[in-house]
């Protein structure tokens, strides 16, 4: 039963993504044709600013909310204080935020001037804004999440993204306003859904805001700023140091395998969505055998996320010919990678349980530069000798690092039983598979070389499954429904 509602709650999550995912494809086009590659370069400059003011503004408030909310300890009355507390602090530390934006903009602006960036301090005001209503939306939905209305989070998620997306298009093809109209507009939308987003969690919203709760929902929270800057340098530096070390053509073909590879990362997305909220209410509704479901639960999304990311590697070569131009088929190699790399970071979503459930957040800070140093020092050694492709080596085995670490400390500070050969040979199983994705990558169809990929999937596929405990999870089934 868990986990068929842990499925059909990812597949809604994972639903409401992809939608949105639809919606930008179809109008990206149009806005991009109306503005300049400065005005692109600009507008990425603004939003990778702000995305680090959001992680201050976040202040790992909803990951806070989310351990104590289902917590054994955390009584019915208290969740509506815990929720309403984490959003006052938000909206704070966003109004905080604005203002200091506001005050220093001034100095900002007119360097933007200098370099001639289209457009006017209206944009970073807006700007400023779209950040905070960005994070506090975004708070929102992560409570839906937990009062597990999957189909509220699908309409309050596809809702923004509808609105925003043609709205943008009206703003910038029709009315020609440019970056200051998108981000304005943007804004607008976000602080306009605000009132729709608290309707749907109103009966978790309170005016009993609690200094204890906002002490505690803040020490838990804070180090995911720390780790969402490591992690934020980590995820762009392999494209810098390959454009220093390397070329700038490296960085377009590492980039192509990079958006191929969200296919795995949507799977990954999808259920952690789910995931988050259900893990602290099965530890409360499963005092007894929680460890041993975290166990299980580890193992399928191993076995899953290898498949995903296994067939889409096999057949990398195949598809990069069929889809990009001849420049990219090099793409191939790092795609293959990058999949197994991402099919191994998902795994962190139950990797790192233990380390939330002892409250050791600071750990989560201390790993991710970690990892963020390895990866430097592997895309330092790799880069100049396999270009795109030893980027995606050392982002792979930096995601091996991060969910070896997490696990680790799991197992040191709230250990798991988890069936260690079980999880070897699905492991196994999957570099295996990448390697003969490796071996038998090409560019040109054939149909005996597809056939022998797709047994060699098929035979990893039963592998896996051999090494799942599907009788255990039979058996509880059935004890459940009184057989």
Not at 100 to 111: D, E, K, N, R, W
Not at 149 to 174: D, Q, R
Request: proline content about 4%.
């Amino acid at each position: 039963m868990i986990f068929r509602k842990l499925a059909k709650d990812s597949a809604i999550y994972g639903g409401a993504d992809f939608f949105s995912r639809v919606i930008a494809f179809f109008t990206f086009p149009l806005i991009a044709a109306a503005l300049s590659p400065l005005a692109f370069g600009a507008l990425e400059l603004v939003a990778t600013t702000t995305a680090l003011l959001g992680l201050v503004i976040n202040c790992g408030l909803n990951n806070a909310v989310q351990r104590f909310y289902w917590d054994k300890d955390t009584t019915v009355m208290q969740r509506p204080v815990i929720v309403s507390t984490g959003m006052a602090l938000q909206i704070a530390l966003g109004v905080l935020i604005i203002a200091v934006g506001a005050l220093i903009s001034p100095i900002i602006y007119p360097q933007a001037q200098k370099a001639n960036l289209p457009f006017s301090w209206i944009a970073l005001i807006a700007a400023l804004f779209l950040m905070a209503a960005n994070q506090w939306n975004q708070f929102i939905l992560d409570v839906v999440r937990l009062h597990f209305t999957p189909w509220k989070f699908f309409i309050l998620e596809l809702l923004s993204k509808v609105l925003i997306a043609f709205a943008g298009v009206a703003v910038v093809v029709y009315f020609k306003w440019g970056i200051d109209g998108l981000l304005g507009i943007q804004a607008l939308i976000m602080f306009a859904l605000l009132p729709v987003a608290l309707f749907m969690i109103r009966k978790d919203i309170t005016s009993a805001i609690e200094v204890n709760w906002a002490r505690e929902l803040t020490k838990f929270g804070y180090p995911f700023i720390f780790a969402g800057m490591a992690f934020w340098l980590f995820s762009s530096m392999d494209r810098w140091m390959l454009a220093l070390m390397s070329s700038v053509e490296e960085v377009g073909i590492y980039s192509v395998a990079s958006k191929f590879s969200t296919i795995v990362l949507f799977a990954s997305m999808a259920f952690g969505q789910a995931w988050s909220p259900f893990a602290m209410k099965i530890r409360t509704d499963n005092p007894d055998s929680y460890r041993e479901i975290f166990a299980h639960v580890l193992l399928l999304l191993l076995f899953i996320m290898l498949l995903i990311g296994g067939i889409l590697g096999l057949f990398s070569g195949e598809l990069i010919a069929f889809l990009m131009p001849e420049e990219y088929r090099g793409s191939a190699l790092p795609l293959i990678v990058l999949c197994f790399g991402i099919a191994l970071q998902a795994t962190q979503q139950v990797t790192a349980t233990g380390i939330s459930l002892e409250k050791k957040t600071f750990l989560f800070a201390r790993l991710a530069w970690l990892t963020a140093g390895v990866n430097f020092v592997l895309n330092w050694v790799l880069i100049p000798a396999y270009g795109a492709t030893g980027a995606a080596v050392a982002t792979a085995i930096a995601y091996l690092l991060v969910t070896g670490s997490y696990l680790y400390y799991t197992q040191k500070l709230h250990p798991l039983p988890i069936p260690w050969k079980n999880l070897s040979v699905i492991l196994c199983s999957g570099i295996m598979m990448t390697l003969i994705a490796v071996l038998w990558n090409q560019h040109t169809f054939s149909w005996r070389i597809a056939g022998l990929k797709l047994f060699v999937f098929a035979g990893v596929a039963g592998i896996g499954w051999l090494m799942l405990p599907v009788k255990k999870w039979e058996n509880v089934q059935l004890l459940r429904q009184g057989r």
